[in-house]
T-cell receptor, first 109, second 107 residues
Framework: SQTIHQWPATLVQPVGSPLSLECTVE??????LYWYRQAAGRGLQLLFY??????ISSEVPQNLSASRPQDRQFILSSKKLLLSDSGFYLC????????FGSGTQLSVL | AQRVTQPEKLLSVFKGAPVELKCNYS??????LFWYVQYSRQRLQLLLR??SRESIKGFTADLNKGETSFHLKKPFAQEEDSAMYYC?????????FGAGTTVTVRA
């Protein structure tokens, strides 16, 4: 079965600083990968999904970007963080259902 | 476009009482539906899939295509069922989630 590694678990960053969250998957190949943001009272919002290396689809306009440099690596980035980027970010892999990483709590101050 | 609606943000029931979490969807194709659960301080995880027609932790969910619903039910709620529950629909390219329902089971 697949295992999803996501790091860091928590992150505190100043406004205007860059961001890089990394997600790697083990135990499967050519997975569909996703970045979600979970905001209190607002459920799960799909940010990006990728069906393969270099293939990124964005669901909402935002300050963030994503990249997939390798089959089992998915990176969420920002050049300059905004206060509104604070939230809980989840990486996920879809194989007969969606399996999630442990998440990253991002606080932008 | 695909869409998932969970009309209840909060649901509070007493231990031993039945619990039903509502989920409605809209999708032009043949849907694949899931329920996910997040217990306190744990990661979000798959609870059940409609194609498996399984019962997990006493929960069941039946896909009703006529009513476009996939409600989650349990006849006797337990305190350990307190959690956040998400209904999700797998479309052609993505998995869409409802806004989630927070369930509190009181003793």
């Amino acid at each position: 079965s697949q295992t999803i590694h996501q790091w860091p678990a928590t992150l505190v960053q100043p406004v205007g600083s860059p961001l890089s969250l990394e997600c790697t998957v083990e135990g499967t190949s050519n997975p569909n990968l996703y970045w979600y943001r979970q905001a209190a009272g607002r459920g799960l919002q799909l940010l990006f999904y990728s069906v393969g290396i270099g293939q990124i689809s964005s669901e909402v306009p935002q300050n963030l970007s994503a990249s997939r440099p390798q089959d089992r690596q998915f990176i969420l980035s920002s050049k300059k963080l905004l206060l509104s980027d604070s939230g809980f970010y989840l990486c996920a892999c879809h194989t007969n259902g969606l399996f999630f990483g442990s998440g990253t709590q991002l606080s932008v101050l | 476009a695909q869409r998932v609606t969970q009309p209840e943000k909060l649901l509070s029931v007493f231990k031993g009482a039945p619990v039903e979490l509502k989920c409605n969807y809209s999708y032009s194709g043949s849907p694949e539906l899931f329920w996910y659960v997040q217990y306190s301080r744990q990661r979000l995880q798959l609870l059940l899939r409609h194609i498996s027609r399984e019962s997990i932790k006493g929960f069941t969910a039946d896909l009703n295509k006529g009513e476009t619903s996939f409600h989650l039910k349990k006849p006797f709620a337990q305190e350990e069922d307190s959690a956040m529950y998400y209904c999700a629909l797998s479309g052609e390219r993505e998995l869409s989630f409802g806004a989630g329902t927070t369930v509190t089971v009181r003793a």
